[in-house]
């Protein structure tokens, strides 16, 4: 589906997922998270995530403060610095995020209502500092382990998962290569392949075999919530999972996954497509 809609977001409710996130940077007025938080009545909503960039702190922090009065505790403000070859000025990432922070403080939204999209050790240190934790993106549930040694006990840590519902592997990866061959061309995310124990030959091209397996989780309901629950295992409070393609039946997958979990969806949730 190319939009999230308020249809979606009730069905992934009814599922008994515990939130929604917000892919395709989010702006600052978060007008699409306000709607689908008006049509819900529990589900949380977060965004995976804001770009630091392209939002303006202080517009942010206004809107933060318009949905948290109408809609206490449900929203999740996860925000970032995006890809250094989209975003020309895009220069000393880790200090631009601190002063985006001490906007977001000075206008008083709560460190606990942030997560930051953190891969490298730098940033992971400041998202333990001045968020609740961190939502990594594309990686796997040793690196979950390694974060959850970096942040300690308290954090959230809330990695996203991709899946595709497709027991033939020979398309499921394909479905998984043309997911993830944009991201194989993004010096940030390959950075954090090759720190999870990835070589060169495995990010080479569209991606090794090895590659694909490890970061997109392919195959029956099972295997998918297989995938989920090894991030939890590993340490997570939670699984961001991203069904694909991205124009398939979602809701479809979900609730095959959904079934495996026994329902256990607080500890999940989806993002946008």
């Excluded at 890809?83 to 460190?111: F, K, N, T, W």
């Excluded at 209502?113 to 333990?128: C, D, I, K, N, T």
């Excluded at 995310?189 to 090794?208: H, K, P, Q, V």
């Amino acid at each position: 589906m190319k939009d999230t809609t308020p249809a979606l977001a009730r069905a992934v409710e009814e599922l008994g997922y515990g939130t929604i996130w917000l892919g395709a940077s989010p702006g600052s007025t978060l007008r699409r998270a306000e709607d689908l938080l008006d049509a819900t009545t529990r589900l949380q909503v977060a965004t995976g995530i804001v770009n630091i960039w392209r939002s303006d702190a202080a517009e942010l922090a206004d809107s933060y403060h318009r949905i948290e009065e109408r809609h206490p505790g449900r929203l999740l403000l996860g925000i970032g610095t995006g890809h250094r070859e989209a975003i020309l000025e895009r220069e000393r990432p880790l200090e631009a995020m601190a002063r985006y922070l001490d906007v977001l403080d000075e206008q008083g939204v709560p460190a606990g209502a942030l997560v930051l999209s953190a891969l490298g050790p730098r940033m992971l240190e400041l998202a333990a500092e001045r968020s609740a934790g961190t939502h990594p993106y594309l990686t796997i549930p040793s690196q979950t382990r390694e974060m959850r040694e970096v942040l300690g006990p308290q954090a959230l840590i809330a990695p996203e998962q991709t899946v595709v519902l497709d027991p033939d592997p020979d398309s499921a990866r394909r479905i998984a290569r043309a997911f993830l061959s944009h991201y194989l061309r993004l010096e940030n995310y390959t950075r954090t392949m090759l720190r999870g124990g990835f070589t060169a030959e495995d990010i080479a091209g569209d991606g090794s075999d090895r590659l694909i397996d490890a970061i997109v989780a392919h195959g029956d309901a099972s295997v998918l919530a297989a995938a989920t629950w090894a991030h939890l295992d590993a340490g997570a409070d939670h699984v961001c999972v991203q069904v694909q393609p991205a124009g398939s039946d979602i809701v479809r997958a979900l609730t095959a996954i959904a079934v495996e979990l026994a329902l256990v969806a607080p500890h999940a949730g989806t993002p946008a497509p």
